[in-house]
């Protein structure tokens, strides 16, 4: 059943130290804290948890009384501490999402299914965290669902991106790339694309050392995907400029058939979870996932 209650989407906010030992993560969770049902959302880069509360609001409202879903801002991103738009290794990221995990199985109990989300540069960290050795996922995982994944970004600057970062690397990790891409060419929802170009929580440009660690572990998981192990639902944005859907498409069906579904919108920008149809689009992923966590039961 449905819940109205608006008191459903005040988040409980808390914080932890970020694995670069000195920035404050900023971390919410909403529902209830004897969850059922708990998802874990994992953003995109340069945005932030709070671009998705229309994929927040769904998921509490429609998910049944006993769901919970936990959420965090990324080093250097949104609410979270650090330099804006700066890592000094993607490793950071990989194993701030392990302290998250920790933070919510505090509620979860024995019975308790959960679900990540994730988008972009999230569904990055959240398969460097599952299917490479150097980390893994220790608690108990039902499904997964990607939205746009960055499994290969498509490069800022061409063929000779990845030199050219490598050079300005070496002078300083800090220089700023200036976004080559404005809302508009991420939704085709006017709304939501004013949202990202006026936001100040949203930087106007990425570091060199950033961008460098995205390419290089998009490179490390794009032959990992035959060992995925979760059933795995990926959104594909046909009109993307942000990512490269046919990696994507290539590496979802590297997959063990039974265990993945994948879906692609033609003419959708980046963040579907965004997009005009998005209330469509995630009543897709809740038949999804419904249908998976019932045949796993």
Excluded at 12 to 37: A, C, N, T, V, W
Excluded at 182 to 192: C, F, Q, S
């Amino acid at each position: 059943m449905a819940r109205n209650s608006q008191s459903l989407f005040i988040g409980r906010d808390h914080s932890f130290l970020s694995s670069d030992g000195e920035s404050q993560i900023f971390i919410r969770q909403y529902g209830s804290e004897k969850p059922k049902l708990h998802f874990l959302l994992v953003h995109g880069a340069l945005e932030y948890s709070g671009r998705h509360l229309d994929l927040i609001h769904f998921v509490l409202k429609n998910f049944g009384q006993d769901v919970a879903l936990t959420t965090w801002d990324h080093l250097g991103h949104g609410r979270s501490g650090g330099v804006r738009a700066f890592v000094g290794g993607f490793k950071q990221y990989v194993e701030d999402m392990d302290l998250v995990g920790d933070f919510m199985q505090k509620n979860n109990s024995a019975e308790t299914k959960t679900v990540i989300l994730s988008h972009s540069m999230g569904g990055l960290i959240s398969l460097t965290r599952v299917l490479d050795t150097s980390y893994g996922w220790k608690y108990p995982l039902h499904a997964m669902v990607f939205s746009s994944p960055c499994i290969r970004p498509k490069m800022i600057l061409g063929a000779s991106s990845e030199t050219f970062l490598d050079r300005l690397n070496r002078l300083s990790g800090k220089i700023h790339l200036p976004l080559v891409y404005t809302g508009k060419d991420l939704t085709h929802d006017p709304e939501r694309a004013n949202d990202f170009d006026s936001d100040t929580l949203i930087p106007r440009f990425i570091t060199v050392r950033m961008a460098k660690e995205v390419v290089e572990a998009s490179q490390r998981v794009r032959g990992l995907s035959y060992y995925l192990r979760v059933p795995s639902l990926f959104l594909i944005a046909g009109a993307d400029k942000v990512v490269d859907p046919e990696s994507t498409a290539l590496f979802a069906h590297g997959i063990e058939k039974k265990l993945t579904h994948t879906i692609t919108y033609p003419n959708h920008y980046h963040e579907l979870w965004n997009e005009t149809d998005r209330q469509d689009i995630f009543e897709t992923m809740k038949k999804w996932i419904e249908k998976t966590l019932k045949e796993n039961s």
